[in-house]
């Protein structure tokens, strides 16, 4: 299908500053054309398979969406009603796939297996979520965050909850974009050993404290996950732990009196956050949750190398 090495998107660090933002220009193009009623067939005729191991709303509608939007079509797998889960490996099943497909999205929990796939696989590859990163989410945050209040470099972004995906690709974001990203987790779900790395490498953009309200002080952005992760098994010890994380009114009347409120979504409301807060006035998650859309657009046109406007 093509030549050379395939552009894939697996993580936020593996990009320049330069290729995000030039992504999320094109995003800001793409979802201003579309309001417009313009929907250029960038992608006319290119077929994207998407392959799930696990539950998804978000991104599987916003990657078919998209792809229809841009002149393409889109194939929908379930792990289970594949042969993966009869053991076939995912180096075979790139291989076999790059022959018919022009890219691939796979969500799968278990990162080393996105790059297994990614290696073996001679068509772009996209991580639409693993255990250790969410990149095409961050995408979205930064783009909404942006469209809210401007450049996003030297904002004051802090996550408070579970030390999870979506704070790795944070945690890799605030490096590459200039922001100050404060991270509140408890000590028992403290990052493992691979975001722990990249946190130090990020030098002073990210700095860990302890205590919630501490960390919300003079933040423009607050941010906030599920506290049980699709592979989580420990749901109720979880809930306890992380319970003095909830982000409510009185959590965020401790931010700066124009901050955002930010989830990925889906919302566990009453458990990370509460309903005045997702549904209040700060709150940009559904915003956040259309630029699923958009920034994936500019995503899979950058991985097809078709990047003007
Ligand atoms: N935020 C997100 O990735 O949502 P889905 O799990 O619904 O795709
Ligand atoms: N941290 C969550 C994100 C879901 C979109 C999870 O991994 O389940």
């Not at 191991?53 to 797998?77: A, I, K, N």
């Not at 490996?89 to 497909?101: E, F, G, I, K």
């Not at 003079?218 to 592979?231: F, K």
């Not at 124009?258 to 559904?286: K, N, W, Y």
Request: glycine residues 6%; aromatic residues 6%.
């Amino acid at each position: 299908n093509s030549t050379g090495t395939p552009r894939h998107f697996l993580s936020i660090d593996d990009f320049s500053y330069g290729e995000l933002r030039g992504m999320l220009n094109q995003a800001g193009a793409l979802k201003a054309r579309l309001k417009e009623g313009d929907r250029p067939q960038l992608l006319k005729d290119k077929v994207l398979a998407m392959i799930f191991e696990r539950q998804s709303t978000r991104t599987r509608v916003s990657f078919d969406v998209g792809m229809r939007q841009l002149g393409g079509q889109t194939l929908m797998l379930s792990g289970q009603e594949m042969q993966l889960s009869r053991e076939e490996t995912l180096a075979d099943t790139a291989q076999v796939m790059s022959r018919y497909v022009d890219a691939i999205m796979i969500r799968i929990l278990s990162h080393a297996d996105l790059l297994e796939l990614a290696e073996a696989a001679t068509v772009p590859v996209i991580n639409g979520l693993t255990r250790r990163a969410h990149p095409c989410q961050i995408m979205a945050d930064l783009l909404t965050f942006e469209e809210h209040r401007g450049n996003i470099k030297g904002a004051k972004v802090t996550w408070v909850g579970d030390s999870n995906n979506v704070l790795h690709s944070w945690v890799n974001a605030a490096e590459l974009f200039g922001c100050e990203l404060t991270i509140s987790v408890p000590e028992e779900y403290s990052p493992e050993k691979d975001l722990k790395e990249d946190i130090k490498r990020a030098g002073s953009a990210v700095r860990m404290v302890e205590d919630p309200r501490e960390a919300v002080e003079g933040a423009d952005l607050v941010i906030t996950d599920t506290w049980v992760s699709m592979g989580d098994t420990d749901a109720a010890e979880r809930r306890r732990i992380l319970k003095p994380y909830q982000v409510n009114t009185n959590l965020m009347s401790l931010a700066n009196k124009d901050a955002l409120f930010m989830h990925c979504l889906p919302a566990h409301r009453g458990d990370e956050v509460t309903d005045e807060v997702i549904d209040g006035p700060q709150s940009v998650v559904f915003d956040e949750a259309e630029n699923r859309l958009h920034a994936q657009k500019a995503v899979l046109c950058w991985a097809f190398g078709v990047e003007t406007n």
